[in-house]
């Protein structure tokens, strides 16, 4: 019987360069894909994972992202006072009851591995998840369940992982497989793991987006500080030594990702999301062949 996953860590103390001005002051998690922060499309796809413990890795100015999730007694008194109950009810969900939400500083920026290492006094000896909340996955099964459903089939370490251009591949942590199946939802059995290699030298184009289900082992290998890519601490390159140690599998998740930390994946991810919905979806849909947009329009 494998432990069951309790806690996610969000790693959230970036700052969000790609995104200026709108990150200037505002975290990048709080950007609003159609009407919800970042940060709660992901606390919502953890918490259909069976999340309990929501662990924040903040940094300066993140502050606003720990009010998002706590209670405020104004708004509720005021919404009562209006009879507002739909409104009350969407405020009660940002927080649902046995859920517990956490946060603790990355003092230095020195990378992935060290924000999620940050954590470990908050996780402790037990397997966790790690969700990037700039990473949104439209899909049936949220992606965070689809992995933790295959953690508890085969165990071990687990990341979401899609294949990517190969001009792409110096952007993420890219898999040497041993074997794949090859299909959506199908697992492939990991010999290595690289950072941003470049296309020349990448073992594969099957690429990690950030979802991952990690064993604790793996802040023993972070407490080592090693630098990797760019000269920080590589969450990759400490999974990358639980190989062979561990059971190490990638998920073809089932689904659709868009990097939100990019002005157009986050407009792509507006529209798809909002496309999605049964509330406004057709509206959009109309809205969208009524403007018919082309980049001459307007200009
Ligand atoms: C991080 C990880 C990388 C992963 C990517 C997914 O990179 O280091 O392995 O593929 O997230 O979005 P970052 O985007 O923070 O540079």
Known sequence: MNDPIRKAVFPVGGLGTRFLPATKVMPKEMLVVVDKPLIQHAVEEAAAAGIEEFIFVTAAGKTMLEDHFDACAELVTA?????????????????????????????????????????????????????????????????????????????????????????????????????????????????????????????????????????????????????????EIQLTDAMAELIGRQPFHGLRFAGTRYDCGDKVGWLEANLAFALARDDMGPAVEAALSRTGFARSTNR
Request: net charge negative; proline share 7%; charged share 25%.
């Open 79 to 231: 919404l009562k006072a209006k009879n507002k109950s739909a409104e009350l009810k969407m405020l009660e969900a940002i927080a649902p009851a046995g859920t517990r939400f956490s946060a603790t500083r990355q003092p230095e920026p020195l990378g992935l591995g060290h924000a999620v290492w940050c954590a470990r006094h908050l996780v402790g000896d037990e397997p966790f998840a790690v969700m990037l909340p700039d990473d949104l996955v439209l899909s049936g099964t949220p992606c965070l369940k689809q992995l933790v459903d295959a953690y508890g089939r085969v165990g071990g370490n687990l990341v979401a992982v899609m294949d990517v251009p190969k001009a792409h591949t110096d952007r993420y942590g890219i898999l040497d497989v041993e074997s794949d199946e090859g299909t959506e939802g199908g697992l492939a059995s990991v010999r290595g793991l690289v950072e941003k290699p470049s296309p020349a030298e990448a073992p594969s184009t099957l690429s990690i987006i950030g979802r991952y289900v990690l064993q604790p082992a793996v802040f023993d290998e972070l407490e080592r500080g090693r630098r990797g890519a760019g000269n």
